[in-house]
């Protein structure tokens, strides 16, 4: 049979068959090859309910079409990276790596601001404004549900996953998009629900409520994944000019720097600065790019 690993604790994986959720092992030639298995993951399992592990054992994963370490997901079409402005504030820098890892991997990112509710609309757009151009993006709220049908119209029926800072409002949104988590459902199917978390008054960070990725697939065909949060992120181990190869903005049609190897940082006649100064490039995708940039470089020690 074949299945779509929904979550892993322990050892232990939940496999999905379309209909049904069984749990199991992966077999011993899974394990001694140190092969990992990743939520996403299609997975080809028996049936074995004599098993004192569980009533599955998991023998083959599928080839992934793509996989990310952090969070550690398999098999995705989008990544909706969700930040919110205050509580906790955002930090773009961190935002922007999760972002290249997605265009690294080949996973298409949808820029999701949460918490519009405790900013003003001026403020919710002019973060989006640093998006809009280069990907699609909304602004959400949880507490008022604003939105989130927009969200739900940019994912459905695909492999998608919440991802981004821990306390932004990932397990809240994946509650509002769950039909059978709203209390109200008519639904006699047991509620299946994200658990949520509180933001710390002291730092104003979240506690990293979610500790493992879970997928829930909802009746439209999407497979939504709630992933933990983090707080910071590392790099990927890529050379340092290959990073401006991640930022799609860069890479405008019709123009280029006078070098070809050009850095965009100190060179002369860049068309990257260039379109900065002109407005045409972010100054905080910018500033992300030199931090990004300055990172690897301890790769090449
Ligand atoms: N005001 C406001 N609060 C929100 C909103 N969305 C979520 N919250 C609150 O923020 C806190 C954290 O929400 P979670 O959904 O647990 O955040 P998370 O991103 O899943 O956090 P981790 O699992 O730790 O990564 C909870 O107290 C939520 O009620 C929102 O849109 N507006
Ligand atoms: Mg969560
Ligand atoms: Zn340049």
Same mark, same amino acid.
């Given at each position: 049979?074949?299945?779509?690993?929904?979550?892993?604790?322990?050892?232990?994986?939940?496999?999905?068959?379309? *209909?049904?959720?069984?749990?199991?092992?992966?077999?011993?030639?899974?394990?001694?090859?140190?092969?990992?298995?990743?939520?996403? %993951?299609?997975?080809?399992? %028996?049936?074995?309910?004599? %098993?004192?592990?569980?009533?599955?054992?998991?023998?083959?994963?599928?080839?992934?079409?793509? =996989?990310?370490?952090?969070?550690?997901?398999s098999n995705l079409d989008i990544l909706v990276v969700v930040f919110s402005l205050v509580k906790p504030a955002v930090n773009y +820098?961190?935002?922007?790596?999760?972002?290249?890892?997605?265009?690294?991997?080949?996973?298409?990112?949808?820029?999701?601001?949460?918490?519009?509710?405790?900013?003003?609309?001026?403020? &919710?757009?002019? &973060?989006?404004?640093?998006?809009?151009?280069?990907?699609? *993006?909304?602004?959400?709220?949880? #507490?008022?549900?604003?939105?989130?049908?927009?969200?739900?119209?940019?994912? *459905?029926?695909?492999?998608?996953?919440?991802?981004?800072?821990?306390?932004?409002?990932?397990?809240?949104?994946?509650?509002?998009? =769950? +039909?059978? #988590?709203?209390?109200?459902?008519?639904? %006699?199917?047991?509620?299946?629900?994200?658990?949520?978390? =509180?933001?710390? =008054?002291?730092?104003?960070?979240?506690?990293?409520?979610?500790? $493992?990725?879970?997928?829930?697939?909802?009746?439209?065909?999407?497979?939504?994944?709630?992933?933990?949060?983090?707080?910071?992120?590392?790099? +990927?181990?890529?050379?340092?000019?290959?990073?401006?190869?991640?930022?799609?903005?860069?890479?405008?049609?019709?123009?280029?720097?006078?070098?070809?190897?050009?850095? $965009?940082?100190?060179?002369?006649?860049?068309?990257?600065?260039? #379109?900065?100064? #002109?407005?045409?490039?972010?100054?905080?995708?910018?500033?992300?790019?030199?931090?990004?940039?300055?990172?690897?470089?301890?790769?090449?020690?």
């Amino acid at each position: 049979m074949t299945g779509t690993v929904v979550k892993g604790i322990g050892g232990f994986y939940f496999v999905y068959d379309g *209909s049904e959720t069984v749990m199991g092992k992966a077999r011993g030639n899974l394990k001694r090859n140190k092969e990992l298995i990743y939520v996403g %993951d299609i997975v080809d399992f %028996d049936i074995d309910e004599n %098993d004192k592990d569980g009533e599955c054992v998991i023998h083959h994963v599928v080839e992934r079409r793509n =996989h990310l370490k952090r969070p550690p997901v398999s098999n995705l079409d989008i990544l909706v990276v969700v930040f919110s402005l205050v509580k906790p504030a955002v930090n773009y +820098p961190v935002i922007d790596k999760l972002i290249a890892g997605c265009e690294l991997a080949g996973i298409k990112p949808v820029i999701c601001i949460s918490k519009k509710d405790l900013v003003t609309a001026e403020e &919710a757009e002019e &973060a989006r404004r640093i998006y809009a151009d280069i990907y699609p *993006s909304v602004c959400v709220s949880g #507490a008022s549900g604003e939105g989130i049908e927009d969200l739900r119209k940019m994912i *459905s029926g695909s492999n998608v996953a919440l991802a981004g800072p821990s306390g932004v409002g990932k397990s809240t949104i994946t509650n509002l998009l =769950h +039909p059978e #988590a709203d209390p109200e459902s008519e639904d %006699d199917a047991e509620p299946v629900i994200a658990q949520t978390g =509180h933001i710390s =008054h002291k730092t104003g960070r979240g506690r990293h409520t979610t500790r $493992h990725v879970e997928i829930f697939p909802l009746p439209d065909g999407t497979m939504l994944y709630d992933t933990p949060g983090f707080t910071s992120l590392d790099m +990927p181990e890529i050379k340092p000019e290959n990073v401006g190869k991640l930022f799609p903005e860069f890479n405008i049609s019709g123009q280029s720097c006078r070098y070809s190897d050009c850095m $965009h940082i100190n060179e002369p006649e860049c068309a990257v600065k260039e #379109a900065l100064a #002109a407005g045409k490039i972010s100054q905080s995708r910018y500033d992300s790019y030199v931090i990004m940039t300055e990172e690897v470089k301890k790769w090449q020690k």
